[in-house]
């Protein structure tokens, strides 16, 4: 985490303190509002921190346990989520084009209204988060695509 500034490392270092010490250390990371592009947050524990709103744009957040995050309304353009534990964060109304969930862990994920334009995601993940199903014989579009 050698390029980030100070102050967002001193929020991290006292978040990763709170979840080694089950909260009774440290402090949870509140990242309202912040800078953070192009950090290196490589295998950061950041797991229910609160980073809305803030701006990512073009982080490496590969190996990053964000597990409950909330990451609403952020800006998280061409972010490397590879292999990073996302289960269950919050990333409603994130912009999130050309990020990279490679091997990314997504169960319970929330991205309503996300914007994932360009973004590399496996489509059975991406068909699975948006809790869509295939058509049957009975539906419409059955019925309009059957010759």
Same mark, same amino acid.
């Given at each position: ?28 990371? #509140? ?61 409603? #109304? ?15 994920? #929330? ?24 058509? #049957? ?11």
């Amino acid at each position: 985490m050698a390029d980030m500034t100070t102050p967002v490392a001193d929020l991290i270092e006292a978040h990763e303190a709170w979840l080694r010490g089950g909260g009774d250390t440290g402090k949870r990371g #509140d990242m309202l509002r912040l800078n953070m592009r192009d950090l290196d947050l490589r295998g950061a524990s950041l797991a229910n921190a609160n980073i809305r709103e803030c701006d990512l744009t073009g982080s490496d957040l590969s190996g990053a346990d964000l597990r409950g995050s909330s990451l609403v309304s952020s800006v998280m353009v061409g972010v490397n989520f590879t292999n990073a534990l996302l289960d269950f964060t919050d990333m409603t #109304d994130t912009d999130l084009r050309g990020a990279n969930f490679t091997g990314a862990s997504l169960n319970g994920v #929330d991205m309503w209204r996300a914007n994932l334009k360009g973004a590399i995601i496996d489509p059975i993940v991406l068909h699975t988060l948006l809790d869509c199903r295939e058509p #049957d014989e009975t539906s419409a579009y059955f019925a309009l695509t059957k010759y």
